[in-house]
């Protein structure tokens, strides 16, 4: 079967002023659907721009992205937005949630951007923040949540409307070991019943439990893989 992503040859060449930084060296991957993947390495090695370029949210200098088959490349920017927005789903260490809105509204947006009817968003809305344990929670703003709970409307949001594959930058990063293993736990899950790919950078110790391969980066280059569970 074809890999979900596959990338040849990328380079990333950061130009900030005068100081060019060669943040991905060449590196090759392919993802197999419904895989989750651990992205792990030194800070500044890399892993955070190999996301932003696997996902199409940043250009690559060189080299080939293949999501799903469709060269990232070939599509323009409205387009790779759309397609993100469709097929896509992103949990970052800073949760990016609207202040303004309530926990069950962030979870609503991808899916009322995605044309469902307003009544069918607010459903499967409350269903997905049942899933990570936050009905109870559903009408509290961001600022009226824990930092677990915050990162777990994050979670919901970002899967809200099935995405098939899901980019997550140190999703557990700001929380206690409880906390983190109860979120590992839930993408597992959603990784089994719905055959979601998972592609997660992390610093998590017990990442051996949950992931069924680790990817070791160091200076923008991919230099060892190890299988796990
Ligand atoms: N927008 C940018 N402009 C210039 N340089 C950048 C930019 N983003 C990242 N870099 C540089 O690229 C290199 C890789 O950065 P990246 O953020 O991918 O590292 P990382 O592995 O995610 O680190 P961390 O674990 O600290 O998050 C670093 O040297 C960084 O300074
Ligand atoms: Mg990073």
């Known amino acids: 079967m074809e890999p979900i992503v596959r990338a040849v040859n990328l380079h990333k060449v950061y130009n900030s002023g005068s100081v060019q930084v060669h943040a991905l060296r060449g590196v090759d991957l392919e993802i197999p659907r419904g895989e989750i993947v651990a992205i792990m390495g030194p800070s500044g090695c890399g892993k955070t721009t190999l996301l932003n370029c696997l996902s199409g949210l940043d250009d ?5 992205v293949y999501v799903d088959g469709v060269r990232l490349t070939d599509l323009g920017d409205d387009r790779r937005s759309e397609y993100r927005a469709r097929r896509m789903g992103f949990v970052f260490q800073s949760y990016n949630l609207l202040p303004v809105l309530t926990g069950r509204e962030n979870v609503e947006l991808p899916l009322i951007v995605a ?4 009544r069918q968003a607010r459903e499967v809305a409350i269903r997905m923040l049942d899933l990570v344990d936050l009905k109870p ?8 949540l ?5 990162q777990r409307v994050a979670i919901a949001r970002a899967l809200v409307n ?3 594959i899901v980019w997550a930058d140190e999703p557990t990063g700001n929380l206690d070991s409880d906390t983190s293993a109860q979120i590992m736990d839930l993408l597992v899950r959603l990784n089994r019943e719905n055959g ?3 592609v997660v950078v992390t610093h998590d110790v017990g ?3 949950w992931a069924h391969r680790i ?15």
């Open 60 to 64: 690559v200098t060189e080299g080939e």
């Open 115 to 118: 044309g469902v009817p307003y």
């Open 137 to 144: 929670f559903a009408d509290h703003k961001p600022a009226e």
């Open 146 to 150: 824990s930092a677990g709970q915050q």
């Open 162 to 164: 099935k995405p098939g």
């Open 196 to 198: 979601q790919t998972f």
């Open 207 to 209: 990442v051996a439990d």
């Open 215 to 229: 990817l070791k980066m160091r200076n923008g280059q991919i230099v060892e893989q190890i299988r796990a569970g």
